[in-house]
């Protein structure tokens, strides 16, 4: 199923890009496998896959040690500024930072391994109050102070949308974090890129491509229903 599900979402990925005319390399998947075991990622990876996002610090360590080393993972789930450690040298980049704390103690462990750690900026772009992210407002002073860090490369930014069962209701979502981004590239702060714009997940990343996404986040739509107590 995994493999048919991939080409599927696929699909779909290059139909969103030929509406928004845009070029479909400018899209990234990941395959996000949390809860999921080692030989349903490695059918992915067999499919092609080489981008996977995890949501825990402990799982992502566990599987990058079983994993080939050509993966690039992506730390999508809120992190706790005492797990920063365990990843840091493992993560091609950080979708989730939502505060000063969390680059600081980023910026500290990146220096003693003597990496540069390529982040994301979350805005909980629809306010809503169970999910992580800073608001539309705070995001450039948050940029501005994150930028003065060493070790932390700002790359863009990282919204989840509300969970709908009509994929449209999230279009503004994502047109307005595209124009935050737009906004701040304007301002040109040293030290700060907006080319990622990672948006989109299994119920809505058609409409995330064509409203601007670089990185639609797919776990579900590849890997089919999570169970959790696993």
Known sequence: MIAENLKYVNERIQKACLKAGRDEKEVTLIA??????????????????REFGENKVQELVDKYEVMPKDIHW????????NKVKYIIDKVTMIH???????????????QKKQVTVSILIEVNVAGEESKFGVSMEEAEPLIRKIALLDGIKICGLMTIAPYVEDEEKNRQYFADLKQLSVDIATKNIDNVNMNVLSMGMTGDYAVAIEEGATYVRVGTGIFGERHYAV
């Not at 949390?34 to 067999?46: F, G, I, R, W």
């Not at 999508?76 to 500024?81: V, W």
């Not at 989730?96 to 990146?110: Q, T």
Request: hydrophobic share 35%; proline share 5%.
């Open 32 to 49: 996000v496998s949390k809860t999921k075991p080692v030989p349903d990622l490695m059918e992915a990876y067999q499919e092609g896959c």
């Open 74 to 81: 992506h730390m999508i789930g809120h992190l706790q500024t």
């Open 96 to 110: 989730s930072v939502d505060s000063i704390k969390l680059a600081r103690e980023i910026s500290k462990e990146a």
